[in-house]
C-alpha cells in the first residue's frame, strides 16, 4: 500500500494524558499537512511540513500540540496534558509540493479523551 | 479569512435521481478547488478544479468552477447507495480550507 498511513487508528486516553500519533506520507510527497476534524465540520488546518521545515502553524495549535518532521518523512503530532475537547478525527494529508497542491489524506487517528 | 459555505447541509435521494451540491468560497489567494468524498473515514479526492468553465468529469460525477462568481458545483447523475456520503469542498493555495460538507443520503 503506498498510500497514506497513520498510526494509531484510534486512541482513547484520560484527561491530562499525552498522546503522540504518527503520520507515513506517501514516499515521494515532500509537504505533509495535518488537520483535525470534529463531528459535522469539515477538516481544519493545523500545521504543515515542506521536508523537515514546519511552515506554517495554525491558531488553533495551542501549546499542548507539537508536531514534527524530523528527516522529512514520517511526522509526528503529540497533544500535551490533553483535554476532552480535544476529542476529534486528526487526519494527516501528504501532496508532491510543486503548485498545485491536489492533497491525499490517510485513515485518520480518531482521539477520544475521557 | 477564507470562507467555504457549502449548500444544502444535507439531502435524501432516491437511487436514480440527480443531485447537484453547491460550494462558495471568499478565499485570499485562491489556487485551486478540490472536492472530497468521505466515507466515515478519511476524506477521498474526487476532482481539482483550476479554471472557470472547464467541466471535469469522472463517470457519474461532474464538477465545474466559476471564478467570477466564486462558486462550484458537484453534480452526481443515476445516484446509487454507493454514493451515500459527506461531501467536502475545499480551496487551497497551500493549505486546504474546507467547507462544512454536505451529506448525500441515498435510498434504495
Known amino acids: 500500500d503506498t498510500g497514506v498511513s497513520q498510526d494509531p487508528r484510534h486512541k482513547i486516553t484520560k484527561r491530562g494524558q499525552n498522546v503522540t500519533f504518527r503520520c507515513d506520507p506517501i514516499?515521494?510527497?515532500?509537504?505533509l499537512y495535518w488537520y483535525r476534524q470534529t463531528l459535522g465540520q469539515g477538516p481544519e488546518f493545523l500545521t504543515y511540513f515542506q521536508n523537515e521545515a514546519q511552515l506554517e502553524k495554525s491558531r488553533l495549535l495551542s501549546d499542548r500540540f507539537s508536531a514534527e518532521r524530523p528527516k522529512g518523512s514520517f511526522s509526528t503530532l503529540e497533544i500535551q496534558r490533553t483535554e476532552q475537547g480535544d476529542s476529534a478525527m486528526y487526519l494527516c494529508?501528504?501532496?508532491?509540493?510543486?503548485?498545485?497542491?491536489?492533497?491525499?489524506f490517510g485513515p485518520g487517528t480518531r482521539l477520544l479523551v475521557l | 479569512e477564507d470562507k467555504v459555505v457549502q449548500s444544502p447541509l444535507s439531502l435524501v435521494v432516491h437511487e436514480g435521481d440527480t443531485v447537484t451540491l453547491n460550494c462558495s468560497y471568499e478565499v485570499t489567494n485562491f489556487r485551486s478547488l478540490l472536492w472530497y468524498k468521505q466515507e466515515k473515514k478519511a476524506p477521498t479526492f474526487l476532482f481539482m478544479l483550476t479554471s472557470s468553465g472547464i467541466e471535469k468529469k469522472s463517470g457519474r460525477l461532474s464538477s465545474i468552477l466559476d471564478k467570477k462568481e466564486l462558486f462550484s458545483i458537484l453534480n452526481i447523475t443515476a445516484t446509487q447507495t454507493g454514493d451515500s456520503a459527506i461531501y467536502l469542498c475545499a480551496v487551497a493555495h497551500y493549505k486546504l480550507s474546507f467547507g462544512a460538507g454536505t451529506t448525500v443520503t441515498v435510498r434504495a
Open positions: 494529508a501528504s501532496s508532491l509540493g510543486q503548485g498545485l497542491e491536489t492533497q491525499y
Open positions: 514516499s515521494e510527497h515532500n509537504r
